[in-house]
């Protein structure tokens, strides 16, 4: 559509001036036909005062061209001015654009800067408070296992004390308890052991596979209960047994004349052996 205007705009201006070359070319004619019909001094008064009037035209012309050159600097200035106001403002728009994305960036690091910065500290407090957690569920025996090699713990020895007789000690205590067990800290209190010591031979016979232990909460505190396994082979049962020394041993049968089944020796230990426990509580 522009160019068409523009192609039209040019053709007027070329027929403007083939126009403007015929006024010309008449003007010339006019004053040639008037030159004719004057004498020779008219004509030269005629001729100066076209010339003086040509020369005024011309100079209004060039006014005119001038005025004209004038207003149009003076459109295209401003029409200048105006494309470098719009562009300052176009300018203007985009910083102010870049500005508020800048912003809403930097709003939105320090928002997740933030959250990151709020679920670390949670991470910690939960760490911190499973540690504590850990630590106060932690007992004697968790320390001494981590303290103690296992050769330690198998091989622990109170001094001066009969560790199988302890040890069947414990094992009658827990029978009569059976499946419910027994705090250990109220066994170590019939014993007359140390919460160290007793926590030990709780380990060592734990690892002979003679007890179990369950870790139970007791008045707000982490403790283990102890329940029996099974009850230790021990030699103190046949120490006095008189077929150990029985004179007649090589003559002994369940159907011959000296039979463990009518023997007095054995009738004799037995009674004595049932009376022992009850004499010893």
Excluded: H
Excluded at 152 to 168: H, R, Y
């Amino acid at each position: 559509m522009v160019k068409k205007k523009e192609k039209t705009i040019s053709y007027v201006d070329k027929i403007k001036a083939e126009l403007q070359a015929l006024k010309e070319k008449k003007k010339n004619i006019d004053q040639k036909n008037k030159l004719k019909k004057y004498p020779k001094n008219e004509t030269r008064i005629k001729k100066a005062e076209i010339q003086k009037l040509d020369k005024a035209k011309t100079k209004k012309k060039e006014a005119q061209e001038k005025e004209k050159k004038k207003a149009k600097e003076a459109q295209e200035k401003e029409k200048k001015k105006a494309k470098e106001a719009k562009e300052a403002k176009e300018k203007e728009k985009k910083k102010a654009k870049e500005a508020k994305e800048k912003e809403k960036k930097k709003a939105k690091e320090a928002k997740e800067k933030e959250k990151k910065k709020s679920k670390e500290a949670k991470e910690k407090e939960k760490k911190k408070s499973k540690e504590a957690k850990e630590k106060a569920e932690r007992t004697l025996e968790e320390e001494l296992e981590e303290q103690l090699s296992p050769q330690e713990i198998e091989g622990f020895q109170i001094e001066k004390v009969n560790m199988e007789k302890l040890t069947n000690k414990v094992c009658v205590i827990l029978a009569e308890k059976e499946s419910t067990g027994m705090i250990q800290s109220e066994l170590w209190k019939k014993l007359k052991l140390s919460s160290r010591d007793g926590s030990r031979l709780a380990l060592k016979l734990e690892r002979m596979g003679t007890i179990t232990r369950e870790k139970i909460l007791e008045k707000g505190r982490w403790t283990y209960k102890l329940i029996i396994k099974k009850t230790p082979i021990s030699t103190e049962s046949i120490v006095n047994a008189p077929c150990l020394t029985c004179p007649v041993e090589q003559k002994c049968s369940l159907d011959g004349e000296v039979s463990p089944r009518t023997c007095q020796w054995i009738e004799d230990w037995v009674t004595i052996e049932i009376k022992k426990p009850k004499m010893a509580q």
